[in-house]
């Protein structure tokens, strides 16, 4: 299944060999489109898969801050994801065109608040 990451009318990744963890799709690198990217200073950890490193997504002067996340080096149990990038705050991951509907990632965003928050 070909799955994309929208905002702001721009697509920020797209593939079909993305990885499903607590509701979140990860993009592997190679699927970003990095000209929309800035590294942020942010970092959250969870409890599983370690420390995540947060960017900032800039589409046409417009700023979402720490809008995509990632695990550099992530626990043993997380191998799976190192280096990928998964979304939230206003990101819509879907289906390319022609691939039907995709569920909401509405129970990876609580986790990743919950992570974040304490929650």
């Given at each position: 299944?070909?799955?994309?990451?929208?905002?702001?009318?721009?697509?920020?990744?797209?593939?079909?060999?993305?990885?499903?963890?607590?509701?979140?799709?990860?993009?592997?690198?190679?699927?970003?489109?990095?000209?929309?990217?800035?590294?942020?200073?942010?970092?959250?950890?969870?409890?599983?898969?370690?420390?995540?490193?947060?960017?900032?997504?800039?589409?046409?002067?417009?700023?979402?801050?720490?809008?995509?996340?990632?695990?550099?080096?992530?626990?043993?149990?997380?191998?799976?994801?190192?280096?990928?990038?998964?979304?939230?705050?206003?990101?819509?991951?879907?289906?390319?065109?022609?691939?039907?509907?995709?569920?909401?990632?509405?129970?990876?965003?609580?986790?990743?608040?919950?992570t974040l928050f304490g929650n």
């Open positions: 299944m070909r799955v994309k990451a929208v905002w702001n009318g721009v697509v920020l990744a797209e593939s079909n060999e993305t990885k499903v963890v607590e509701g979140n799709h990860y993009f592997p690198p190679e699927s970003i489109n990095w000209e929309y990217f800035r590294e942020s200073a942010h970092h959250s950890r969870c409890p599983w898969k370690g420390l995540a490193s947060y960017y900032d997504v800039v589409v046409d002067g417009k700023e979402n801050r720490n809008a995509a996340w990632y695990y550099l080096d992530p626990s043993q149990a997380a191998q799976q994801i190192a280096g990928y990038v998964a979304f939230w705050n206003g990101v819509k991951v879907q289906r390319a065109p022609g691939e039907g509907e995709l569920e909401e990632q509405e129970n990876g965003v609580k986790s990743l608040i919950g």
